[in-house]
């Protein structure tokens, strides 16, 4: 029974050792492994490798991958008109050299993504001075970025190097600083109300004088017309009396007849019209007399 504990605890004892002296190394990483506190060898390959147990070597990871940085500094930046802008960027970079990473930068990412950012946010303050705004929302902003990246470059690889390598730079926003912001938007409102107003104006305008020469061509439009109709009017009056007075000059006493009965029709047009007169006395009922006498007389 001693014996069986005894093998089993050897056997733990070295599983134990075992583990602390095999580590895997992810495709995605650098193994560095440490020999007290100074760096042994740095492993880039992916797979199972082995070292001794602590205290005596020990082993980081560090990120292989690319990499990015984003601003997060909103302070605002003077270009070469001295205007107050805010710019948004970021970085894509990943670590080359694992060792003198360590030695110059820190331990992991986040010494590197400070270091950075610092040394990306000071190009950009040096670029931004020598441009314009107007530069740096046209073709030029390629340049600025480029001339950016550039300078991180150098200061990165100057001196000791810092075993990175900067893939891309980039800006995303370029924007007033809030103070400008708020008053650029008061002269853009009132400039916009100011054009409106002019519009308004001017269609105002236009309007009043496109009712004036429809009105004007609707008086002169009525006027012709009723000259027309006036005219057209007289000419039928015209020939209608002519009609009248020629076939009422065939027969001069007919047409008075004719006229009296006419008369009589308009006087009697209702049944409860009533007339209170003396047909034999009254001048209006003499035609039909004298026409009643020359009818019984013929």
Do not use: C
């Amino acid at each position: 029974m001693n014996r069986l504990a005894f093998f089993a605890t050897s056997a733990l004892v070295a599983l134990a050792l075992a583990s602390s002296m095999l580590f895997v190394v992810d495709q995605r990483q650098f193994g560095v492994v440490y020999a007290l506190g100074q760096i042994k060898t740095v492993i880039t390959e992916p797979g199972l490798n082995w070292k001794l147990p602590p205290p005596f070597q020990n082993v980081s990871y560090i990120d292989k991958r690319l990499l990015t940085l984003e601003s997060t500094d909103t302070e605002p930046m003077l270009t070469a008109e001295k205007q107050r802008v805010v710019i948004d960027w970021y970085v894509r970079w990943r670590i080359t050299d694992p060792s003198e990473y360590i030695r110059n930068v820190g331990l992991d990412e986040n010494a590197g993504t400070l270091q950075l950012n610092r040394v990306v946010r000071n190009a950009f303050q040096e670029e931004i001075n020598r441009r314009t705004v107007r530069e740096l929302l046209s073709s030029k902003r390629e340049t600025l970025m480029a001339d950016v990246k550039k300078e991180v470059v150098e200061a990165i690889r100057r001196g000791k190097p810092w075993g990175m390598d900067v893939v891309d730079v980039r800006i995303t926003r370029v924007d007033y600083a809030e103070t400008i912001t708020e008053s650029v938007y008061r002269r853009m409102e009132a400039e916009r109300k100011r054009v409106a107003n002019e519009l308004r104006s001017t269609g105002a305008a236009e309007g009043e004088k496109i009712r004036a020469d429809a009105d004007r061509q609707r008086e002169v439009t009525v006027a012709n017309a009723y000259r027309d109709a006036q005219k057209v009017k007289g000419l039928g009056d015209a020939e209608a009396a002519r009609l009248y007075a020629e076939a009422f000059g065939q027969d001069a006493q007919f047409a008075k007849f004719y006229r009296s009965l006419e008369a009589y029709k308009a006087s009697f047009a209702n049944k409860s019209d009533v007339l209170v007169i003396d047909p034999a006395s009254t001048e209006f009922f003499k035609p039909y007399r004298q026409g009643g006498s020359a009818s019984a007389a013929n």
